[in-house]
T-cell receptor
Framework: DTAVSQTPKYLVTQMGNDKSIKCEQN?????MYWYKQDSKKFLKIMFS???????INETVPNRFSPKSPDKAHLNLHINSLELGDSAVYFC?????????????FGQGTRLTVV | GEDVEQSLFLSVREGDSSVINCTYT??????LYWYKQEPGAGLQLLTY?????DMKQDQRLTVLLNKKDKHLSLRIADTQTGDSAIYFC?????????????FGSGTRLQVQP
């Protein structure tokens, strides 16, 4: 059983489109995250939710809107896609928001904007 | 990631030891982590160390922590070609109840047969 699963794994789309990436965790964790990994492999936190509440929002354009329908799911919707949005997006989860335990990562979604 | 520093590249021969270094910034970080990323894959936790420890050994992996210098290292003994990957150190960032991992730039380990 996959602990943190993201769909789709690959996403190729044109500039200006709107797209969503879905994430689900079956670990019973309270906290979920979205990270962005750029072409140089730098990983940056974008958002974090704890029990469906947004707790971290790190200087991300408002074209990015996370949604957490329940604590097992955290989806990422991106409006008006730009070339610079091309990256690998990783979802992660942890037991709580104090990070006293490890974070588990999904396999990533490679987004290519053309 | 710019606050957690790592060298970008390390090349070793199979059977040698690899040492990957990291300098972090937040001395209040309770845990420090090492993650491994293989090509096209997600991040896998390799090991972690609690901040009140100086050393942790786990099979071929040895983590050393120097809190005074905020320096963390990962030593891989008897490095194998399957160890070729990018290795990220990570510290905990943020305020109580609003924390996340912040990562170094990653060190690409290349193991020559």
């Amino acid at each position: 059983d996959t602990a943190v699963s993201q769909t789709p794994k690959y996403l190729v789309t044109q500039m200006g489109n709107d797209k969503s990436i879905k994430c689900e965790q079956n670990l019973g964790h309270d906290t979920m995250y979205w990270y962005k990994q750029d072409s140089k492999k730098f990983l940056k936190i974008m958002f974090s939710y704890n029990n469906k509440e947004l707790i971290i929002n790190e200087t991300v354009p408002n074209r990015f809107s996370p949604k957490s329908p329940d604590k097992a799911h955290l989806n990422l919707h991106i409006n008006s896609l730009e070339l610079g949005d091309s990256a690998v997006y990783f979802c992660a989860s942890s037991l709580g928001s104090s990070m006293n335990t490890e974070a588990f990562f999904g396999q990533g979604t490679r987004l290519t904007v053309v | 990631g710019e606050d957690v520093e790592q060298s970008l590249f390390l090349s070793v021969r199979e059977g040698d030891s690899s040492v990957i270094n990291c300098t972090y910034t937040d001395s209040s970080s309770t845990y420090l982590y090492w993650y491994k990323q293989e090509p096209g894959a997600g991040l896998q936790l390799l090991t972690y160390i609690f901040s009140n420890m100086d050393m942790k050994q786990d099979q071929r992996l040895t983590v050393l922590l120097n809190k005074k210098d905020k320096h963390l290292s990962l030593r891989i003994a008897d490095t194998q070609t399957g160890d070729s990957a990018i290795y990220f150190c990570a510290e905990v960032w943020g305020m109580t109840g609003r924390r996340a991992l912040t990562f170094g730039s990653g060190t690409r380990l290349q193991v020559q047969p």
